[in-house]
């Protein structure tokens, strides 16, 4: 919320509309926000300055901001909407962070621990954890998706999509960069499935389905084309 452009967030209870926490004022306009599974403590995006700022919720101060490394090249995004993504792990041990690029944060000290090479295009990349908080899930632009192995060699692991739908020879190493077929858009939502074994992301006309045991896009739902 926004008043004489001072900046709060609040924890609002979704029956009664009451608003147990209130913490503030941000230093700029939040863009995306997270609250940890203990509800002990609140990570919120800055959508003017592409960073990160870290709230102890109880007694609502500020815990440390989490500033990344520029990133290789200019900031693609849209200079009129940064967007983000911010997300706890489930267990509560790293913060990801997605703006002009994806970070791993260590939740415990603000520690920069890696980052996902990439760059986003017009908006941020859209993230998701793995149940066990193993794995990050990266939405692309191009319509793929790709997982960061953060428990282990932080190397990035791209899903295939051939056979369902057709790929450009263009590539970026041995990852290709765009999907052909046009109604595959941008990544806007990601999430996994309960046991881990599909991630699910989402454009605005369809939903594709992956299968991570394969490494490979099983299903794509289309829906409409906006009127």
Do not use: Y
């Not at 991570?212 to 409409?224: C, D, K, N, W």
Request: neutral net charge; hydrophobic residues 40%.
């Amino acid at each position: 919320s926004g008043v004489d452009a001072r900046w709060t967030m609040r924890l609002i209870e979704i029956e009664t509309g009451r608003i147990n926490r209130e913490w503030g004022p941000l230093s700029t306009e939040p863009a995306c926000a997270s609250l940890d599974r203990s509800a002990t403590r609140v990570a919120v995006g800055l959508r003017a300055k592409d960073a990160f700022e870290v709230w102890d919720a109880l007694p609502g101060s500020r815990v440390w901001t989490l500033m990344h490394p520029a990133p290789p090249g200019p900031d693609l995004r849209a200079t009129q909407f940064l967007s983000c993504w911010v997300a706890f792990s489930p267990g509560g041990n790293f913060i990801a962070t997605s703006g002009a690029q994806v970070h791993i944060w260590r939740a415990g000290d603000g520690q920069h621990l890696t980052a996902d090479p990439d760059q986003a295009t017009a908006i941020s990349q859209s993230i998701a954890w793995s149940p066990d908080g193993r794995t990050l899930g990266i939405g692309r632009a191009t319509g793929l998706v790709e997982l960061l192995d953060v428990a282990g060699t932080a190397s990035v692991i791209p899903l295939q999509a051939r056979g369902v739908i057709g790929l450009l020879s263009a590539q970026s190493g041995n990852r290709p960069l765009s999907p052909l077929a046009s109604r595959i858009n941008p990544v806007l939502a990601l999430a996994f499935s309960a046991d881990g074994s599909r991630i699910v992301s989402g454009t605005g006309t369809n939903v594709c389905v992956w299968d991570l045991e394969a490494r490979r896009l099983s299903t794509v739902i289309f829906g409409h084309d906006a009127p």
